[in-house]
């Protein structure tokens, strides 16, 4: 069965210094691989995702992904961090499903927090 | 225009009482779901349906009963809450793997 392991429950990082936050998938069958970000009180906002085009994604506000097929993960990773980016990041991976167009299964959060 | 929007965004109730949150997505997606946040963060899918059809039950308490009355809506009705119910529940929409759309939550708390 396809699932997603998050290493890291919390993360923290000075600002300006580089996020890289940890995904492994486990599937059977080619992924799709999302990651979505999640603010204090607010809903998921999607980052990026991975659809079988390029391996090297770029997402929203500087994040970027890279699909490694032998490692079977899907790190998250931005150069330089900035205070804003302090929130709940959850990988996820679509799993096939008969009758409908896939569950998103996620792992189980990092949360970024950002020291001045 | 919100692509998918639930009401209400806050819930407080009493145990026993029973609820219902409701969602609306104006995207045109077949496919929508409920999803279920802990008090860990930890996100679980609950029910999936294509266009009104269920398709998964996540052994979910048969307390817990969605309703799609046509495609671009699906609601969640909870009979006898429990205190255990707390959570915040995500309604989500897709075409499909290119994107999953989701509502900003109801947060529902149980006293």
């Known amino acids: 069965a396809q699932s997603v392991t998050q290493l890291g429950s919390h993360v923290s990082v000075s600002e300006g210094a580089l996020v890289l936050l940890r995904c492994n998938y486990s599937?059977?069958?080619?992924?799709?691989l999302f990651w979505y970000v999640q603010y204090p009180n607010q809903g998921l906002q999607l980052l990026l995702k991975y659809t079988s085009a390029a391996t090297l994604v770029k997402g929203i506000n500087g994040f970027e992904a890279e699909f490694k097929k032998s490692e079977t993960s899907f790190h998250l990773t931005k150069p330089s961090a900035h205070m804003s980016d302090a929130a709940e990041y959850f990988c996820?991976?679509?799993?096939?499903?008969?009758?409908?167009?896939?569950?998103?299964?996620f792992g189980k959060g990092t949360k970024l927090s950002v020291k001045p | 225009d919100t692509a998918v929007s639930q009401t209400p965004k806050y819930l407080v109730t009493q145990m026993g009482n029973d609820k219902s949150i409701k969602c609306e997505q104006n995207?045109?997606?077949?496919?929508m779901y409920w999803y279920k946040q802990d008090s860990k963060k930890f996100l679980k899918i609950m029910f999936s349906y294509n266009n009104k059809e269920l398709i998964i039950n996540e052994t979910v308490p048969n307390r817990f009963s969605p309703k799609s009355p046509d495609k671009a809506h699906l609601n969640l009705h909870i009979n006898s809450l429990e205190l255990g119910d707390s959570a915040v529940y995500f309604c989500?929409?897709?075409?499909?793997?290119?994107?999953?759309?989701f509502g900003s939550g109801t947060r529902l708390t149980v006293v």
């Open positions: 996820a991976v679509s799993v096939a499903a008969r009758g409908s167009q896939g569950n998103l299964i």
């Open positions: 989500a929409s897709t075409t499909g793997a290119y994107g999953y759309t």
């Open positions: 599937s059977s069958v080619p992924p799709y």
């Open positions: 995207l045109g997606h077949d496919t």
